[in-house]
């Protein structure tokens, strides 16, 4: 069965730095997807990053990206220049296999709450 | 624009009842699911349907179930309220074939 862990209940950054939250998973499966998702206090879940398991290059998207390190089973998020609106809870994601039956089949880890200080 | 809505926003209940969460989505998605989030574990995959009266179980179904007779709408019911049924319920949806799920705003469901 797959897993995804994410070690760091909570983080804290200043603001206008970087910032790295950790996600390792664990699965057999050579097909997945790792997925980032962003939960500000006001509770919706937002979708930040996806990186396929066969993608070569790192997944970016705007200020975040996504350091994907097969070998280790891991996919690390960057926050660069990280700002107020930033601090939420951040939640790892993993689909595995391909196909139909397989799609949004998500496994979440259990989160890490980022707090970005002024 | 296109949306996904929950309703209610928030719900009490009595163990014992029964109580359906809905879930709207104007985005034509034919993959919808729902999940409940509760602390210590993230969140978990009860129900999901990739279509029209196709309707799979998840991780933690007992308990809950779902119909799809369209496109739009996937509600989920609570056959008879547990007290470890009180959760936040959050639905999602995704194109066919795609992976990347659009969360609604949640259901914050407690069960007395």
């Known amino acids: 069965a797959q897993k995804i862990t994410q070690t760091q209940p909570g983080m804290f950054v200043q603001e206008k730095e970087a910032v790295t939250l950790d996600c390792t998973y664990d699965?057999?499966?050579?097909?997945?997807?790792l997925f980032w998702y962003k939960q500000p206090s006001s509770g919706e879940m937002i979708f930040l990053i996806y990186q396929g398991s066969y993608d070569e290059q790192n997944a970016t998207e705007g200020r975040y990206s996504l350091n994907f390190q097969k070998a280790r089973k891991s996919a690390n998020l960057v926050i660069s220049a990280s700002q107020l609106g930033d601090s939420a809870m951040y939640f790892c994601?993993?689909?595995?296999?391909?196909?139909?039956?397989?799609?949004?089949?998500?496994?979440f880890g259990q989160g890490t709450i980022l707090t970005v200080h002024p | 624009d296109a949306e996904i809505t929950q309703s209610p926003r928030h719900k009490i209940t009595e163990t014992g009842r029964q109580v359906t969460l809905a879930c709207h989505q104007t985005w034509n998605h034919n993959n919808m699911f729902w999940y409940r989030q509760d602390l210590g574990h993230g969140l978990r995959l009860i129900h999901y349907s990739y279509g029209v009266q196709d309707t799979n179980k998840g991780e933690v179904s007992d308990g809950y179930s779902v119909s799809r007779s369209n496109t739009e709408d996937l509600p989920l019911t609570l056959e008879s309220a547990a007290s470890s049924q009180t959760s936040v319920y959050f639905c999602?949806?995704?194109?066919?074939?795609?992976?990347?799920?659009?969360f609604g705003p949640g259901t914050r469901l407690t069960v007395l």
């Open positions: 699965t057999s499966d050579q097909s997945y997807g």
């Open positions: 994601a993993m689909r595995v296999g391909v196909g139909g039956t397989s799609y949004g089949k998500l496994t």
């Open positions: 999602a949806s995704s194109e066919s074939g795609r992976d990347t799920q659009y």
